[in-house]
């Protein structure tokens, strides 16, 4: 699950890195003035970039799938999905052209089209609520939210299945995809809303198109090379990995005892990865919520055993000490997340009552050349226009099915509710787009959330567990779709690519990934066990959601004894760290922690924090060494380390599938 979610891209590092110099400006406004005219929007999507979308698409639909289900946190891979279309096609070309084939040459707004459709691919396993929501229906996290415990009735259990996972993904994701078409004018070109992580896809691909073949190729033999290194290695982990907890990725880095409390390094090349995309920020942040809650509380809470809980009690109770890592990591979340919302909210009232009242226009500063360049972007933009009439009879006519379909799955969640749902929507799609524009945080999952808790509350407690979980995916999936729309649209704005491709293939994207998300779900939840506390694919975000409609349901009693107050404090700290980080002068705001990523360790250990330092530790260092090389070089080597140790996963589930098993198990025990 993306961390509230954009906070996890580099803001404050990349905002000068991603902006083009005025050298690169000045050439691509004149190579762009000079009479040279992009494509029909249907010669911009090609058979190729189709399918080389969807085998992108694919294997960072895996990635993500195994990220969620094992931490819950997933990377902006957008970057990565661009640079992957560059080089399998830039590849592609050149091996047609030296055995002698014509092979039509490959533009950045075909390279906007696949990374468009392989982003809108990948998020529906990123949000499709496979690891959170969705699962959080099963037995097994009924059992471990505490069976029959007042509010989280047995009756509230959906085993996953293939079928009604496929057909509720279908039913609730499409809608997005219409419902800000009407305003697509007005928020890139009337309001111009920034939209920094769109616009940043938009000038890594103009820097692809526009840079030597030189450092091109240094880029793909960086990726290669660290893609090999990552599934070979992998490859040789897996003879060592026999029966529970064995295999490097158990190695006690710093003694047992530290071991025992989950701090080692696991030699997981994906985290390493994910951490090198990260910034320092987020790294640092589930550090220390690992060292706060691993190292400092949970032993301290422990020693209260008797006194707090009882000392018989099964550990997965939620009265037990498992109930205040759930519940004190829920309140950082809901902490965070609803400062968040709020300040949101104030953003856009402040700016559109600034923009009624003219504020002076951002183009009176710009040279000549840059306000021709942005004319020619905005005409561009404005020629393949996407007629009202699609946006209004689409999303009604998906809201209609969703309405139909939805409560034949959950007949928990009423129809009327979802009509009601549907009525909201446009108003939240629009707040949280334009808020995602000002600031590059799409806020979604708190608007889904917000909710859950709504549909808890009302639709009873035999009801409420089920109708706030599948609830939330429904609201959540609108307002996330129309975002990520919004911010492809800025990418085309600024890559010239045609509105009606990018809108075809995300459509294209988004059919891939309800085909793809939950049989990729699948294959992990069939091969390993998946929800298990103990093991490695803890799923900690689907027990973290129950417990929020188990909350919105009961109320504050399904609590263990002290833990609402120390929900109040988390909660408080959550708050106030947001509040020093925005009053507070940025040489001391940039160093306040993330909560939500603080909380995520809460659940899953510190193994993983440890992982991504390490990728931070290398950026960091790379950065001191050779600032230049590791801009270039940074995006390539991560994404190398994701993709090759996430495209072992498959074999590796095969394998499981197929019932062979490892014939080592490497343990360390003490002496």
Aim: proline fraction near 4%.
């Amino acid at each position: 699950m993306e961390i509230e979610q954009r906070k996890i891209t580099k803001r404050e590092e990349d905002e000068n890195n991603n902006q083009p110099s005025l050298e690169e400006e000045e050439q691509e406004t004149e190579e762009e003035m000079s009479g040279r005219k992009t494509e029909p929007w249907t010669k911009q999507i090609t058979v190729r970039g189709v399918l080389v979308s969807i085998v992108i698409g694919v294997v960072f639909s895996v990635i993500a799938q195994k990220l969620n289900l094992t931490t819950g946190i997933v990377p902006h891979l957008n970057s990565s999905a661009a640079f992957l279309a560059f080089v399998f096609v830039r590849t592609w070309t050149k091996i047609l052209k030296k055995s002698g084939f014509v092979a039509k040459p490959f533009t950045k707004q075909e390279n906007t089209m696949i990374q468009t459709s392989a982003v809108a691919c990948y998020s529906i396993a990123v949000g499709g609520g496979f690891a959170s929501y969705l699962l959080g229906l099963n037995h097994n996290t009924y059992e471990l939210s505490g069976a029959n415990m007042d509010g989280n009735s047995e009756k509230s259990v959906k085993e996953p299945g293939l079928g009604w996972m496929t057909a509720y993904v279908f039913a609730v994701c499409f809608v997005g995809l219409f419902v800000l078409i009407p305003l697509r004018k007005v928020m890139i070109i009337d309001l111009k809303l920034t939209y920094p992580s769109g616009l940043a896809s938009a000038v890594l691909i103009n820097g692809f198109h526009t840079q030597g073949d030189a450092q091109s190729k240094k880029q793909v033999r960086g990726f290669m090379k660290y893609f090999s290194i990552s599934f070979l290695w992998g490859f040789f982990q897996w003879f060592f990995s026999g029966l529970g907890a064995c295999g490097f990725s158990q190695f006690p880095t710093f003694g047992l005892k530290a071991w025992k409390q989950t701090f080692f390094f696991d030699f997981s090349m994906t985290f390493v990865g994910a951490g090198m995309i990260c910034s320092h920020l987020v790294n640092l942040s589930l550090l220390l919520g690992a060292v706060l809650s691993y190292g400092l509380m949970w032993p301290l809470l422990d020693k209260l055993k008797g006194s707090w809980f009882p000392n018989n009690i099964d550990e997965k109770n939620m009265k037990s000490l498992y109930g205040y890592q759930v519940f004190l990591s829920v309140s950082l979340i809901l902490g965070d997340g609803l400062y968040t919302f709020l300040k949101i909210l104030c953003v856009t009232i402040i700016s559109i009552n600034a923009k009624l009242k003219n504020k002076p226009n951002d183009l009176d500063d710009v040279s000549d050349k840059k306000q021709q360049k942005f004319l020619k972007e905005d005409e561009n933009f404005l020629r393949d226009k996407i007629p009202m009439w699609i946006g209004v009879a689409g999303y009604l006519t998906f809201a209609a099915v969703s309405t139909v379909v939805v409560p034949l799955i959950f007949p928990q969640l009423k129809w009327y509710y979802i009509i009601v749902a549907y009525i909201f929507a446009p108003f939240l799609a629009f707040c949280n787009a334009y808020g995602a524009g000002l600031t590059d945080i799409n806020m979604a999952y708190n608007y889904g959330k917000i909710g859950l808790f709504i549909l808890a509350a009302v639709s009873g407690r035999e009801d409420g567990v089920v109708a706030g979980l599948a609830g939330c995916g429904l609201i959540k999936s609108v307002v996330s779709v129309s975002c990520i729309l919004m911010q492809d649209f800025k990418t085309a704005h600024y890559t010239m690519a045609s509105p009606k491709a990018m809108f075809a293939s995300q459509m294209i994207g988004t059919v891939v990934g309800c085909i793809v998300s939950p049989l990729s779900f699948f294959l992990f939840y069939t091969a390993f066990d998946v929800g298990n506390p103990k093991g490695e694919f803890k799923a900690p975000y689907a027990l973290i959601y129950r417990n929020m409609a188990i909350l919105g349901v009961q109320g504050f009693s399904a609590l263990p004894l002290h833990c609402l107050q120390m929900c109040y404090g988390f909660f408080g700290f959550a708050v106030l760290v947001n509040v020093v980080r925005d009053v507070s002068p940025a040489k001391v705001g940039r160093f306040m922690p993330l909560p939500t990523a603080m909380a995520v360790p809460f659940l899953v250990g510190a193994y993983f924090a440890i992982d991504m330092c390490v990728g931070t530790l290398i950026v960091f260092v790379w950065e001191k060494m050779n600032r230049k090389k590791a801009e270039v070089m940074v995006p390539a080597v991560a994404s190398g380390l994701i993709c090759g140790e996430g495209l072992w996963t498959l074999p590796a589930a095969v394998l499981a599938l197929a019932g062979v098993k490892p014939p080592i198990c490497m343990k360390f025990l003490a002496s």
